[in-house]
């Protein structure tokens, strides 16, 4: 089945008022394209989901998409915080919680598995219990210690960004990989953006990597550089002046309104974004090619 369709469709067909969102990615292949569009479109009283909220939810909060995050950290990568969305939660204009990484990913796991809850050893972080009371403890039935457990986290919108995909949505990546998996299995739609469309033979020429199966996308649009300003390993580097451009343009609302204009509500797409970025940047950001070692899957 193609399920190759433009994102500004895909957004229109899948996002809505009121949703949860997940948008994936671990530092590496996060989704800014897809976060850029939801704001052109307007989106509200989305529940933003992510392990590490990074620049696009402090986009989407001064856009006025969220009403509520759920994370595990929060922060500008190397920079600091994230201004926007920790004044809105110290206002009580943003509902919130919070999970350490492992907590966040073992929400995620039981949703994949069809799990009511996933339970985890317990931590040092026992202050996230006090903040947090869906973090529950409980008697394990088998040893009789007490063992953490959260509960499962079912999305109803991923976002994924990819390096490559087939039109029916099998998808390629590598790199850091986050927690891309498990939040696809675990949410009621997958939206797959992907730096590249290839044909099903080059998906299938290495099936190890394929960490998305179609099966459970509901579209895909290709999309390159859907990523910046954190980076697509083997396409584009990580825009590191930007993250730091963010701390300081995130500092006075009417900055934050300014960029939203002019880097948003101004381009009517990721290709329109790209060409804006200028040639200056293209090159800061181009990497060389390096490529691993051919895997010998074997023959008949």
């Keep these: ?3 190759l369709i433009p ?14 969102i997940y948008a994936a990615g671990f530092t590496h292949l996060i989704p800014f394209a897809a976060g850029h569009e939801i704001i052109r479109q307007g989106r509200r009283n989305l529940t933003l989901a992510r392990a590490t909220p990074d620049l696009i939810y402090d986009q989407m909060v001064a856009a006025g998409c969220a009403r509520k995050v759920i994370f595990s950290y929060m922060g500008n990568p190397g920079v600091g915080s994230l ?6 939660m110290e206002a009580g204009r943003l509902e919130w919680e919070e999970y350490s990484h492992f907590g966040m990913i073992s929400r995620l ?27 529950k403890r409980v008697t394990d039935p088998y040893s009789g210690r007490e063992v953490i457990v959260v509960p499962a986290l079912n999305p109803d919108v991923a976002i994924v960004h990819v390096q490559r ?5 099998n998808a390629h990546l590598w790199g850091i990989v986050g927690e891309q998996k498990e939040v696809a299995f675990a949410s009621k739609h997958v939206l797959l953006t992907a730096e590249e469309i290839v044909d099903e033979k080059v998906i299938r020429s290495d099936p190890n990597r394929t960490l998305i199966p179609g099966f459970i996308v509901s579209a895909v649009c290709h999309v390159p550089g859907a990523a910046h300003p ?25 900055t934050v309104k300014n960029y939203l ?13 790209w060409q804006k970025l200028g040639s200056v940047t293209h090159n800061r950001l181009r990497v060389k090619a390096r490529y691993s070692e051919k895997i010998n899957y074997g023959s008949y």
């Design 230 to 254: 954190s980076y697509a390993q083997g396409y584009y580097d990580r825009d590191n002046e930007f993250y730091l451009n963010w701390d300081k343009i995130s500092e006075n609302p009417e």
């Design 261 to 273: 204009d002019e880097w948003v509500f101004s381009v009517k797409d990721r290709d329109e974004y």
């Design 165 to 169: 995909a087939d039109k029916d949505g």
């Design 109 to 135: 796991q039981a949703g994949a598995a069809g799990l009511p809850f996933m339970p985890m050893n317990q931590t040092g972080a026992t202050d996230l219990e006090h903040a947090n009371p869906l973090i």
């Design 83 to 88: 201004r926007i969305v920790r004044t809105e």
């Design 1 to 3: 089945m193609n399920k």
């Design 7 to 20: 994102l500004s469709e895909a957004v229109s067909q899948f996002v809505h008022d009121g949703d949860s």
